[in-house]
């Protein structure tokens, strides 16, 4: 597999998968970045390079991954990577890109999109949809029949109410508790909607 990536998500990815996967090359478009965890960083990826295998990009901002999967989906097919120690039902659905980290739990009749994170300890429960390019982050609860849109953040320790729909590319605050529906682009932070930015008078 090579790697897209080489700051501290790539260190997650790189470390959860070197044991048993064999590592191609690591990238990343910062051009002092020469290591990580032992192994060469390649730079950018060269015109017309020629993979050897699967492209998993550990990039942990949301619309940076848009951005890079895009760009290189006709070229490289995406890994998905799903720890030992995570639970993902028989019966739940994953795009390509995905990673499902140590023991995290997707359930029953759940539809994750591509380039999707599941962090560390995050629950997904039963009949969630999860749009291309979220991140749940470690130990986030999803409640049961939940929708998050595309590109969205749920942070760390969050937890989202049954049935509640996140919007596309919302921020929800660390340890928020989220018990209404968030329109497209808002932020919620501990459990309240915060007031869009006006735009400057002027
Ligand atoms: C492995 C990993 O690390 S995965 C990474 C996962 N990332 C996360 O979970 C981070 C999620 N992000 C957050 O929680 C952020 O703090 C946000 C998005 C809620 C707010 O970010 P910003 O808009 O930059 O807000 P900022 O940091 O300026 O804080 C604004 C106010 O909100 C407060 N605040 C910030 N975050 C939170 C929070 N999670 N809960 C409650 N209050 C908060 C601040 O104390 C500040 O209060 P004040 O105005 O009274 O001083």
């Given at each position: 597999m090579y790697?897209?990536?080489?700051?501290?998500?790539?260190?997650?990815?790189?470390?959860?998968i070197d044991s048993f996967e064999k590592i191609h090359g690591v990238f990343d478009d910062n051009p002092h970045i020469k290591e990580?965890?032992?192994?060469?960083v390649i730079g950018e990826i060269p015109e017309n390079y020629q993979f050897k295998s699967d492209l998993f990009i550990a990039i942990g901002d949301n619309e940076t991954r848009m951005r890079i999967s895009r760009k290189l989906k006709s070229k490289v097919r995406f890994a998905n990577i799903i720890h030992d120690s995570a639970i993902f039902s028989k019966r739940a659905v994953l795009g390509e890109g995905c990673v499902v980290m140590e023991g995290a739990i997707v359930k029953v009749n759940c539809v994750l999109g591509n380039q999707v994170i599941i962090n560390t300890g995050a629950s997904v429960d039963h009949d969630c949809i999860i749009g291309d390019y979220v991140h749940i982050a470690p130990q986030a609860t999803l409640c049961g029949g939940i929708t998050i849109g595309e590109?969205?953040?749920?942070?760390?320790?969050?937890?989202?109410?049954?049935?509640?729909?996140?919007?596309a590319w919302c921020t929800i605050g660390a340890g928020s508790i989220v018990h209404q529906d968030v329109p497209d682009g808002f932020k919620w932070v501990g459990n309240k909607l915060q007031p869009p930015l006006l735009p400057v008078s002027q």
């Open positions: 790697i897209y990536g080489a700051s501290g998500h790539g260190r997650v990815i790189i470390d959860i990580i965890l032992g192994y060469p590109g969205s953040l749920i942070g760390a320790n969050a937890i989202v109410l049954p049935g509640v729909k996140v919007g």
